[in-house]
């Protein structure tokens, strides 16, 4: 099994050429939840660390919801508090989940306060590549509750779907938030889920937004590597406007927020044995791509999966017949418009 560091070099630095960005357009399409990702920020120490700092990029808005990822390398290690600068109250949503030499939780706290924001994530001891994310969410009102949650943890290899395991929601309107941590890392979301990040590391976090009870399981996919050590986590939180003992009436005449998609076309690596192209994208200029999809025969993609009223930055990438990926090609800053 490859180190993190080994993983790194090989996704990005495969001797391809990358493709050029050339064009993104936005088309408004049908409607959507209100439920959104906000910002997020990672940490990724390469070596041993505690206490782990990281920042939200931008002002945090008042009653939001902030989630923290706490994923690191070691079984040894203990998170002893997860705390940051708005004095904002963390609790633990599930964990710590433990797989082999992999270890992961997630926190969170509703009703955060407004303003700039700093998490500080401290352990017993040094943990090895700690991996954090933090996250915040709007659309679900000032008092988000946790629901369900779910977590597994086990070894796979070769693109393998990994799960949280499943767990029954109890209300509509609920926010499906899903994490994972590994050995060496995932390359695409589960399905209808939105990759928020996949960080330095690998390590992913996703969510989706439903309108109906259900079950659900947090899902990825690993990227290939041999074997990889891996936990998935899965944590659902109710909209504040949820009600368990008797639905609301329907408004009479609904009006659905606008959904977008963003078209990107790119021109074509400069290499000869490129097999498909990659599309990667983040709501951070310069960094925590996640994958979104990918064209085995264009130069095209379409993502449907953009929020309103968010700006993201795409990249693509080159890949060839032996699965090796190019570096990212230029960047391209797409505006969603809101409805």
């Not at 005449?253 to 977008?260: D, N």
Request: charged share 10%; net charge negative; with cysteine.
């Amino acid at each position: 099994m490859q180190s993190k560091t080994d993983r790194s070099s090989k996704l990005w630095y495969a001797g391809l050429c990358s493709p050029l960005l050339v064009l993104a357009t936005v088309l408004a399409n049908a409607a959507t939840t209100t439920i959104k990702c906000v910002q997020l920020a990672t940490a990724t120490p390469q070596s041993p660390t505690s206490p782990v700092i990281v920042s939200y990029p931008l002002a945090q808005t008042a009653g939001d919801l902030n989630v923290i990822v706490v994923g690191w390398n070691d079984t040894s290690a203990t998170v002893r508090s997860v705390a940051d600068s708005r004095g904002d109250t963390y609790a633990l949503a599930v964990g710590p989940t433990k797989g082999t030499a992999v270890t992961q939780s997630i926190y969170y706290a509703s009703n955060i306060l407004g303003g700039s924001n700093t998490v500080t994530v401290t352990f017993s001891q040094a943990a090895n590549y700690a991996d954090i994310r933090v996250l915040e969410f709007s659309g679900l009102g000032k008092i988000s509750r946790l629901d369900v949650t779910a977590g597994a943890s086990g070894a796979a290899s070769n693109d393998t779907v990994v799960s949280s395991g499943v767990a029954t929601t109890t209300s509509a309107n609920e926010l499906i938030f899903g994490a994972g941590t590994t050995s060496w890392g995932f390359n695409k979301a589960g399905s209808l889920f939105a990759t928020d990040v996949i960080t330095r590391d690998g390590d992913i976090a996703e969510y989706e937004a439903v309108s109906a009870t259900g079950t659900y399981a947090a899902t990825a996919t690993l990227a290939a590597s041999g074997s990889a050590n891996w936990v998935m986590q899965m944590a659902t939180f109710k909209s504040a406007t949820t009600t368990t003992t008797a639905p609301a009436p329907p408004p009479v005449t609904p009006t659905p927020p606008v959904q977008h998609t963003v078209t990107l076309t790119w021109k074509a690596s400069g290499s000869a044995n490129v097999t498909s192209y990659n599309v990667y994208r983040s709501t951070v200029s310069g960094g925590y791509y996640g994958l979104v999809g990918g064209a085995a025969d264009s130069l095209s993609y379409a993502d449907r999966t953009v929020e309103s009223g968010t700006t993201y930055y795409y990249v693509t990438t080159a890949v060839n017949e032996e699965g090796e990926e190019s570096a990212h090609s230029n960047q391209v800053v797409v505006a969603v418009p809101s409805p």
